[in-house]
């Protein structure tokens, strides 16, 4: 609760007859000429100034932005809500349930660790593709998700009954970000404050990268790690720099045969470029009327693909349509309306008064000019004109297999016209026999789709696209076509809507004759929940390393992410998924070669089944209403007879079950005291892995299959676990012993101190010899002997992931050292006691002439006990021969709150002792 008013800004609006307390932002100067995103930043510490850990100078900061200057103020923004999925969800609520015990333990009342901020968790990482391809594959697939998630399932209950202000979104339900947008977003969030109705803008963390897919309803919110959301429920502030916001302006009209997808994907190629990290961007100018809800979604969605902070659309008459549509009430709607208006929040560029806000850099995009797109084969901001993609995939296809012919090069692509005769000759190209259960027979081959997936939230929560796909299945299937046998097709909506609007569009048995079935409302595909390919594929496939590629409609195609048995991923909109589907390969020229030919033998080119952007909005218009989504969401809380016949346990402390193998007490807070242990600095520490550029939280913390031969497989047999129950790591969250093995496990990892090996293996100095990065890390911990991680450009990209931090902490690593980092794994690496580090600018570990070898000592780390973060530390590498590289590595804890965290050893000990002690 807000105990000062510096400005007087505390005042009321009234609303249909109710009154409403709101701090009003024309009580500050200078606000209305702010970007949109910042107002909200602005209100945020008006609202919840105290004096001292917000204060009237950080409003006055805030109002006086340069939006020139490198982002260096400090500010303490308090988010109104938390959302998580389940896979990083189930962490926090195994600390907070840990967090009860530990506060009991300090003298402090347990009762006390409890969400402060609305919390809710949709589960929806969980369900996995088991079952693709036939009629029954949804109800397979959830029994087969309960029989695999029942302990953690159990848990989750625990927690919507045992915590306050908690709310569980039941698996079947949809993904957490589809939903976030059509139930959970409030845009105008209201609470009762002293006894007062308080109104105030929706603003959210999420422990998921893409929570930014709710900025396209103009709610600010983006990834934070788990231990940053858990800090957040417990009333912390996110502590952040006021940064610079990119401005960037749409115009012009979508061509026909252009989707959103097409836009996204070509949005993150020029954020990418433009360079975007840490900065927010904000989309303004006329051209936002003409972009619809759905499409602001869905490029928000992909603001981690750019690698900003958010990416936000301001609330306009097109976000009030949206919230009608999707079953907001009326009341709710008139307050959005007014709160905006009031606040200056309304963007409506044709008003008298509009005030164009002022940003740091300018970037515009002429929809007209985009084209047709995919992006692959293993980053999403490599994107790929439809028309070059068969020349673009023989040029790549030499980095996943060897003694391969007719690859060219980039320049040979972009000099390509899409409309002459296709430039390259046939492949000359091995192909291999496979034999179903059925006996039939068939060839595979490189290149082949052996994964066809309309999956992720988002380009699912997008009617226009997710009409065009069943549109295109419609008339494929009216002209003969078939998917290929060896393609494993499915699709996965993120919420009911899609179900009930594909039915009464008629849509679903064409969808069905190709293949596409329902197979879950969840991320699936995109999480890497793909599921195993059929047998007689996976043996093919391994047998001769065959290149085989999956297309989804996802937003992350990350190496090891989809599949194991998969090298190449392509993201693709979902027309184009059923497209790749048909023609089974990804050397394919749409516009050279048929699909195939219909009964009489006319041949069918994907231009002769792509639906018209008129037949599209008139089945949408059709087939799309109100009563859908007031119906689906009516009690969403409440799950399937499956959810509500499972036994909770009860208590406000959780009973640890010694047997289980999903849900373990972490030891985080073992051995804890009040007063923190004070800073060491680092000496003789041994590299556990010299990493090279775009490691991802995929490769660090992965979150697909657990081989059978890996430390986490082996813990899980030693435990009992069947292989046909090893479920998949994401869903093994809540046991750090799992996750510990399982950290820098990813199957494509390449460790530098290693020759031509991938996977998660280093060479271990205890013994000279290879081994997994686990073992090697638990030798070095009997020796007393610390660790570090030496990395390259973009450390940590991807998904927000805690145990990417959490479980690089409990091997043992003290420091990582890279060329860059990725903001939320930066972060997360201090809220584990981690320390980042980065080499002097223009250096690397390469340039430096270290390989690994080394012993590392970091000097002056102790500056931290005298309440001051160093600039820069001293770090000593000595080779074996006693030669020594020495350089001052840049410390990158950014901000006083992140120098408390550290200086406790975590963000978690520091909450931890902050309740205790209040």
Known sequence: ?????????????????????????????????????????????????????????????????????????????????????????????????????????????????????????????????????????????????????????????????????????????????????????????????????????????????????????????????????????????????????????????????????????????????????????????????????????????????????????????????????????????????????????????????????????????????????????????????????????????????????????????????????????????????????????????????????ITSCTNTSNPSVMMAAGILAKKAVERGLVAKPWVKTSMAPGSQVVTNYYEKAGLWPYLEKLGFHLVGYGCATCIGNSGPLADEVSAVVNEHDLAVVSVLSGNRNFEGRINPDVKMNYLASPPLVIAYALAGTMEFDFEHEPLGRDADGTPVFLRDIWPSAEEVQATIDSSIDRKMFEDDYADVFAGDEKWRALQTPEGDVFEWDADSTYVRKPPYFEGMTMTPEPVSDIVDARVLAKLGDSVTTDHISPAGAIKVDSPAGRYLAEHGVERRDFNSYGSRRGNHEVMIRGTFANIRLRNQLLDGVEGGYTLDFTTGEQAAIYDAAQNYAAQGTPLVILGGKEYGSGSSRDWAAKGTALLGVKAVITESFERIHRSNLIGMGVLPLQFPAGESADSLGLDGTETFSIAGITALNEGTTPATVAVTATRADGSVVAFDAVVRIDTPGEADYYRNGGILQYVLRSLVAA
Request: glycine residues 8%.
């Open 1 to 453: 609760m807000s105990t000062v008013d510096s400005f007087g800004a505390k005042g009321t609006l009234d609303v249909g007859g109710t009154s409403y307390e709101i701090f009003r932002l024309s009580a500050v100067e200078g606000v209305e000429r702010l970007p949109y995103a910042l107002k909200v930043l602005a209100e945020n510490l008006l609202r919840t100034e105290d004096g001292a850990n917000i204060t009237a100078d950080h409003v006055r900061a805030l109002a006086g932005w340069d939006p020139d200057a490198q982002p260096d103020t400090e500010i303490q923004f308090t988010p109104g809500r938390v959302i998580m999925q389940d896979f990083t969800g189930v962490p926090c609520v195994v600390d907070l349930a840990t967090m009860r015990e530990a506060v009991a333990d300090l003298g402090g009342d347990a009762s006390r660790i409890n969400p402060l901020a609305p919390a809710e968790l949709v589960i929806d990482h969980s369900v996995q593709i088991d079952v693709a391809g036939r009629a029954d594959a949804f109800r397979r697939n959830v029994e087969i998700e309960y029989e695999r998630n029942h302990e953690r399932y159990q848990f989750l209950r625990w927690g919507q009954t045992a915590f306050d202000d908690f709310k569980v979104v039941p698996p079947g339900t949809g993904i957490v970000h589809q939903v976030n947008i059509e139930y959970l977003a409030r845009v105008v969030m209201t609470r009762e404050v002293g006894g007062v109705l308080r109104a105030y803008p929706d603003t959210c963390v999420g422990t998921d990268s893409h929570t930014t897919m709710v900025n396209g309803l103009g709610v600010l919110g983006w990834g934070v790690g788990g231990i940053e959301a858990e800090a957040a429920m417990l009333g912390q502030p996110v502590s952040m720099l006021i940064p610079r916001v990119v401005g960037f302006k749409l115009n012009g009209q979508i061509p026909s045969g252009v989707t959103a997808t097409d836009v996204v994907l070509t949005i993150t190629q020029m954020l990418r470029e433009h360079g975007v990290v840490g900065k927010f961007v904000e989309f303004y100018g006329d051209g936002v009327a003409q972009v619809p809800l759905a499409n602001r979604a869905t490029i928000g969605n992909m603001s981690p693909e750019f690698g900003s902070t958010a990416a936000i659309f301001p609330i306009d008459a097109i976000t009030l349509d949206y919230l009608r549509l999707t079953g907001r009430s009326e009341e709710q709607l008139a307050l959005v309306e007014a709160y905006a208006k009031e606040q200056g929040l309304w963007l409506d560029p044709t008003a008298e008064n509009y005030v164009e806000p002022v940003y740091s850099e300018y970037l515009e995009l002429d929809l007209s000019t985009v084209v047709p797109s995919i992006a692959g084969p293993k980053r999403p901001q490599d994107r790929i004109e439809l028309s070059h993609a068969k020349a673009a995939f023989e040029r790549d296809l030499p980095n996943y297999v060897d003694g391969i012919v007719n690859a060219v090069d980039q320049a040979e692509i972009e000099s390509f016209p899409a409309s002459d005769a296709p430039a390259f000759s046939e492949p000359v190209r091995p192909t291999f026999p496979v034999t179903t259960p059925e006996g039939e027979t068939y060839e595979l081959f490189h290149g082949a789709v052996a994964i066809a997936s």
